[in-house]
């Protein structure tokens, strides 16, 4: 189906949004959470018609060079209205965007910044390469008319791991992996301010559709050695200290565990579906949707990894 088609079927069922009076507003609010520093929270909640996709958290830094933004958001409208809310706490030019990984609540927005450096990771971009029309078309799908007039833009510029100063600002920018092929976290010695990206989530079960679990942990490892006073999570509450990072990486710890040991024991993935979770991890916003989403996304390779080849017996 092609994406004008798409659009027209989007408009179309999303009538009754518009009938019922539902704005086309995100209804943004940055929160200052640091020195310089600014976040804006996304719901606890999957995409849907409602939310517009508006899940996660964008953060920017207004230096004294200009301003640096960390994610789009998810629709073109998302970051108009991001540009917006960002000029009415500054009148300094927006500097550079940075991509934290390939998901498109986090990039889709880039249109509205296209006269600015865009820049990811090189395992980003191409993964963006590979998926961006794909990841696009299935928003338009999972949120409807808030994505209307959305086409992917990709970072223009390849940027490599390292700490660089702006505009009064000691950034490390730290390349990372496992929840996707290559994630960008950024750490602001200035501040103390974590951007964790999607490596880490806060009060919400984590999303998997292109994890590697015994990487993502060994990520939350490397970054636990960080002087973080506050963090800002991909998903969920902003924190201060390390909570949110030590909530991922136990959940991450309990996930991989309880798959590989029911794919060991041979279970198939209906029995794997109805395992229990812990009490600790019960309250995450969005289980159980994501666990079964994360049985569907890593079981099967868990289970070929399990079968033992069979030589046949001496006659």
Same mark, same amino acid.
């Given at each position: 189906?092609?994406?004008?088609?798409?659009?027209?079927?989007?408009?179309?069922?999303?009538?009754? #949004?518009?009938?019922?009076? $539902?704005?086309?507003?995100?209804?943004?609010?940055?929160?200052?959470?640091?020195?310089?520093?600014?976040? +804006?929270?996304?719901?606890?909640?999957?995409?849907?018609?409602?939310?517009?996709?508006?899940?996660?958290?964008?953060?920017?830094?207004?230096?004294?060079?200009?301003?640096?933004?960390?994610?789009?958001?998810?629709?073109?409208?998302?970051?108009?209205?991001?540009?917006?809310?960002?000029?009415?706490?500054? /009148?300094?030019?927006?500097?550079?965007?940075?991509?934290?990984?390939?998901?498109?609540?986090?990039?889709?927005?880039? =249109?509205? #910044?296209?006269?600015?450096?865009?820049?990811?990771?090189?395992?980003?971009?191409?993964?963006?390469? =590979? @998926?961006?029309?794909?990841?696009?078309?299935?928003?338009?799908?999972?949120?409807?008319?808030?994505?209307?007039?959305?086409?992917?833009?990709?970072?223009?510029? @390849?940027?490599? &791991?390292?700490?660089?100063?702006?505009?009064?600002?000691?950034?490390?920018?730290?390349?990372? @992996?496992?929840?996707? =092929?290559?994630?960008?976290?950024?750490?602001?010695?200035?501040?103390?301010?974590?951007?964790?990206?999607?490596?880490? #989530?806060?009060?919400?079960?984590?999303?998997?559709?292109?994890?590697?679990?015994?990487?993502?942990?060994?990520?939350?490892?490397?970054?636990?050695?960080?002087?973080?006073?506050?963090?800002? &999570?991909?998903?969920?509450?902003?924190?201060?200290?390390?909570? &949110? +990072?030590?909530?991922?990486? /136990? $959940?991450?710890?309990?996930?991989? /565990?309880?798959?590989?040991?029911?794919?060991?024991?041979?279970?198939?993935?209906?029995?794997?579906?109805?395992?229990?979770?812990?009490?600790? #991890?019960?309250?995450?916003?969005?289980?159980?949707?994501?666990? $079964?989403? /994360?049985?569907?996304?890593?079981?099967?390779?868990?289970?070929?990894?399990?079968?033992?080849?069979?030589?046949?017996?001496?006659?």
């Amino acid at each position: 189906m092609t994406r004008p088609v798409l659009v027209l079927l989007v408009i179309l069922s999303c009538g009754l #949004f518009f009938t019922r009076g $539902y704005a086309d507003d995100y209804q943004l609010k940055p929160r200052k959470i640091a020195q310089d520093t600014y976040v +804006l929270e996304g719901v606890d909640e999957d995409f849907s018609f409602l939310n517009g996709g508006n899940i996660l958290n964008i953060g920017f830094i207004v230096t004294s060079q200009g301003v640096l933004v960390i994610d789009t958001g998810p629709s073109l409208l998302y970051g108009e209205q991001l540009r917006k809310v960002i000029g009415e706490v500054t /009148s300094n030019k927006i500097l550079r965007v940075y991509n934290t990984h390939l998901h498109p609540d986090h990039f889709l927005g880039n =249109q509205a #910044f296209a006269q600015v450096p865009i820049v990811a990771l090189a395992g980003t971009i191409t993964g963006m390469r =590979q @998926q961006a029309d794909m990841f696009t078309d299935n928003m338009y799908r999972l949120v409807g008319h808030w994505m209307v007039g959305t086409n992917p833009l990709l970072p223009a510029e @390849q940027i490599n &791991p390292g700490t660089v100063e702006i505009g009064g600002h000691r950034l490390s920018l730290i390349e990372l @992996q496992g929840h996707t =092929q290559a994630d960008l976290v950024i750490f602001d010695h200035t501040t103390g301010v974590l951007f964790a990206g999607d490596l880490v #989530f806060h009060n919400r079960a984590p999303t998997t559709p292109h994890a590697d679990l015994k990487k993502w942990i060994e990520s939350l490892d490397k970054l636990e050695g960080l002087a973080i006073k506050t963090l800002v &999570p991909g998903h969920g509450a902003v924190a201060d200290g390390t909570g &949110p +990072l030590l909530q991922t990486r /136990s $959940y991450l710890l309990w996930l991989d /565990s309880t798959l590989r040991e029911q794919a060991n024991s041979g279970k198939d993935m209906v029995e794997v579906l109805k395992v229990k979770i812990p009490s600790e #991890f019960a309250t995450l916003a969005v289980l159980p949707n994501e666990y $079964y989403r /994360s049985v569907s996304h890593l079981y099967g390779k868990l289970e070929r990894q399990a079968l033992q080849p069979v030589t046949p017996l001496d006659r």
